[in-house]
């Protein structure tokens, strides 16, 4: 901790009338010998047991800007107070128990007695945030804004005082784990992921060395209200029901994995505070501060805090909420059709086909069914059903009706899954039986309804409450309310997870309208239409297009399972006309076709567009399936949950550009997946990469310029989940139009690398946290893995970095064929027909017996694990599989 913020100051106490001595960290000093003045206050407050040490890195993060700001003549200062409480870190033994109301008092008298000037932001974690918040009521006029870290205001009637905390409160275990021996505050340290270092945890422990300077600890613990008998009580509810009033900025930064205050305090904060700009930080905890690197958040916040200020005043000001509908909802083929007896969708095991008017009657009768039993506008229902007719009916229901659908699918994982479902915050579950029973296993939240009607001890035993058919006895009479406005939230839709934890992205009814609209124009689907879809969203939104749909038999967590013969049979079974797989689907398909007869190839045959996308496709699969297929024009979309259809380029439209790329001179071609050109009004730009291979640059779209892929489109997701921070990464509202004209309504930043070549085509390099950075500059990965994969013998590639970024060494991880046994180091004639290849200086050429890959898609392969586990066999490490 840097000693310059260090000081001591003596405060008059309100009780007793003698002076106290505080102990904070205190930037002031510094900001004077950089003679720069700040713009307001940053009050940051501890909780328990620690001490304004927790706040350390934040202080140093605000000087350093001011210093920056200070050299450059611009960007905002702000002083940073954090402070100890009394009985706490270094301040002053008063032996006075201070309840809730006299911290908040104590907090008022420092402040006084410091004269802070300018607007103040408070800053609080744990027990911390409770007293920072009671200083925000009482100071409305000096408040400009709150940032909170796991804490709470409230506790739940329902829910019992958190675990870690009723132990230490049990009669008998407070002094001991609080007071006479450091066990509360060692457990405290205990929650940090990953483990704190052993000086940091000295930091943490250097006031409360002994039992004489843990008696804070001891009574912070014995001020937690838990009934209306304790005396914290009456102002904890004064404070809780006072926040509702303040309309300044607010920024929650959460880490989910925490014990005490878990996500059910934040669901609190955020209804008391519908204004606050929230992140969790998948993999943290209670130990916030030190699980993450939050201070540049906090201080990317502060930089837009005037117009946060003027947004949320016009939010206040506002006389209503936007209530126009769509003029074309998502379920408008349904009430046009209602009547219709033709096939809507079929699902293949066992076998069922559903009519139009069944379909509708079925969505109309679950969503009056919804209603009758407190599903409300707004309210999000997670459904873990799988691809089904009972999971599109449920689908169109929940939509109808204003409900926030959560579609966190299987693919994901247990573990992914159960961080999106957690994460999502539903108040309803709706679900087949394997998905209940993992919902009660893991204590995921909301009132639960089955598929099925389950036997009364088991509908018991998994806090079941209802199922789907007592839902359409209910709403059997299909009184529907008002639909909801183009403008409200839809869906909550979750990425791959291949590059990290699952973001739940946010649709919007407008914007899922506009996917249907984009993908009806580009592939001409509509009514009559038969889709096989083997991609969930396409299949749910296959009654949306007015397609008969179906998805083939396959196990949805393993794409690799779909075969030909299950896809040539659900073709059948719908007509289709189109039919969408993933590449690794695609791939099994292809290798299964010697099982089809002569009525699957005449299925196939009647197929006129064929789509594949998800991860590259090689264009030798797209050949072998159009060959499949030989009526149909192979197409290969890029896209991504974000955006379901960015561009899109034909089989012919891959060879010829290649053909092109190959008439360049050396050099002149980047290499990549050529992904095709802009569909519809989509527009796509590049940020061009700097040495550090960071997109620096202004987006453009000139040719040739590798770079960040950057793209607008009416179709694209309203944001992230709760994830500000990403948000803020992902959104480039900021682009300026090229042509003069007012800036593009949304942009988003996809994270993939790229380039556009001279004829507007879009090629793929890879994703921004794969580009190496060598001592010779900056490499994308997917183009010298092209060129290695035409190496005999060799299957798919990835190409990693090691080492420090700026120098980092090139390593080459493969597949052969046939497939190696174990990991190895590849045998020296391979070795050097791979440097070949790529001509490049790679410092080891590994084989492996296959390429670990997300679960949803079998493709996407994440080269940032393969580069750490590289690392870690060329550094000594076990030679195991990656």
Known sequence: MDARFSRLVEVVDGDSGRPV??????????????GVTPVGTMLCVHGNPTWSYLWRELVGAVTDAAAIAAETGSGEVWRVIAVDQLEMGFSERTGIERGLEQRVSDLSALTETLEFSGPVVTVGHDWGGVVSMGWAVD????????????????????????????????????GRATVVTPGFLETTLALAHPSLESDVKNGYRAPYRSAERRGGIGAFVADIPVDEQHRSWNELERIAAGVREIGVPSLMLWGPRDPIFSDTYLDDLAERMPQADIHRFEGAGHMIAEDVDYAPVVLDWLGGLDQRAGRVAARGMSRGIETTPSERPLWSVLDERRESTEIA????????DVSWKLLSKRVRQLAAGLVRVGVKPGDRVSLLIPPSADLTAVLYACLRIGAIVVVADAGLGLPGLTRAVRGARPDHVIGALPGLTVARAFSWPGQKISTTTLPRSSALALGVRHSLCELARLGADESLPEPPAASAVAAVLFTSGSTGPAKGVVYTHAQLEAVRDALSSQYDIGVGTGLVAGF??????????????????MNVTSPRTLTAKATAEAAAAVDASVVFLSPAALANVVATADALNAADTAALAGVQTFLSAGAPVPEALLAAAGRLMPNATPHTPYGMTEGLLMTDITLEGIRAAAEDAAALADGEHAGGVCVGVPAGSVRVRIAGLDERGMPTAEPSERPGVTGE??????HLKQSYDRLWATNRIADADSISDESGDAPAERWHRTGDVGHLDAQGRLWVEGRLPHVIVTAGGVITPVGPEQKIESVLGVGRVALAGIGPRGTQQLVVVLETDPPARRPALADPELGAAVRHAA???????????????????????????LSRWAEGVLSGQKLSAP
């Open 709 to 714: 892929i950057v793209l607008s489109a009416p």
């Open 536 to 553: 969930a969203p396409f299949a749910l939104l296959g009654p949306a297009l007015g397609a008969r749909s179906v998805t083939p038999d």
């Open 139 to 174: 100071h409305p006029n000096e408040l400009s804004g709150i940032v909170l870290l796991n804490t709470a205001i409230h506790q739940p009637e329902d829910r019992a005082i958190p675990w870690p905390l009723r132990l230490t409160l049990q009669r008998g275990m407070l």
């Open 839 to 865: 001509g490049l200086d790679i410092a080891a050429v590994l084989v492996v017996p296959v390429l670990p890959t997300d679960i949803r898609h079998n493709s996407k392969i994440d080269r940032s694990a």
């Open 21 to 34: 001595t505080w102990h904070l960290l205190d930037n002031a000093a510094v900001l004077d010998e950089l």
């Open 345 to 352: 969708l079929v699902d293949m095991k066992p076998r069922r």
